[in-house]
């Protein structure tokens, strides 16, 4: 609408290279009207964003080790969730349905793992990456929309290897492991899930 603010936030790595000038581009396709309202719902354990003062533990990645793993679950009526509805004007007890699903993670990456556990005990893979690569951030089409609803809770985790053997090589040489935990640049971490929704 005239008046509204469109934010982008970009992130850039100039560890190996000098910073040079934006050249990102953004395009936008705008339609009169659509099926379904839809938004953008994110999985997050507000303790990793938080380093554990809300809502959980930090997402600690200690220096040497190969396999880390953090894990967390967000339940149908979390605030998450309840945001999503929120926006598509749903009913507190109104199902969601999934069309897409995307992982965040960084270079110490290992795997990145997420579920929905039904309330009938039956799980629905949403995404599934046994071997992360900081190239796969996008997000993924399901070939059948998955619905989530009450009873029903997500669950996502997500492995690192922040051993000496694999670090990111800076101007030819690796750099020593240290701990890291969540965070914006490129040499912290992050567990973050993505998914496409409508109301059913």
């Given amino acids: 609408e005239p008046g509204s603010m469109l934010v982008a936030q970009m992130h850039y790595n100039t560890s190996s290279s ?13 339609t009169d009207s659509v099926e379904k309202e839809a938004t953008v719902m994110q999985a997050v ?16 990645i200690p220096a040497g080790e190969d396999d880390v793993a953090h894990d967390t679950s ?32 960084h270079e110490l990456g290992k795997s990145q ?10 799980n629905s ?21 998955i619905t989530f609803g009450p009873g029903d809770t997500l669950w996502m985790g997500c492995t690192w290897d922040n051993s000496a053997s694999n670090q990111p090589i ?3 040489v690796a750099k020593e492991p240290v701990d890291v935990a969540w965070g914006e640049g490129t040499s912290d971490e992050m567990c973050l899930g993505g ?6």
């Fill in 18 to 30: 000098a910073p040079v000038a934006d050249q990102s581009t953004i395009e936008i396709a705008t």
């Fill in 45 to 60: 354990d507000f303790g990793w964003v938080t380093n554990g003062l809300i809502g959980g533990n930090a997402m600690t």
């Fill in 74 to 105: 967000i339940a149908f009526d979390s605030v998450i969730v309840a945001r999503a509805r929120q926006i598509l004007g749903l009913a507190e007890d109104a199902p969601l349905v999934l069309y897409t699903a995307g992982h965040h993670m």
């Fill in 113 to 122: 793992y997420t579920e929905i556990q039904h309330a009938d005990g039956s």
């Fill in 125 to 145: 893979c949403l995404l599934d990456t046994p071997d992360w690569d900081f190239a796969w951030q996008g997000r993924y089409t399901f070939t059948n929309p």
């Fill in 170 to 172: 800076i101007d030819g």
């Fill in 195 to 200: 998914f496409y929704a409508t109301a059913e």
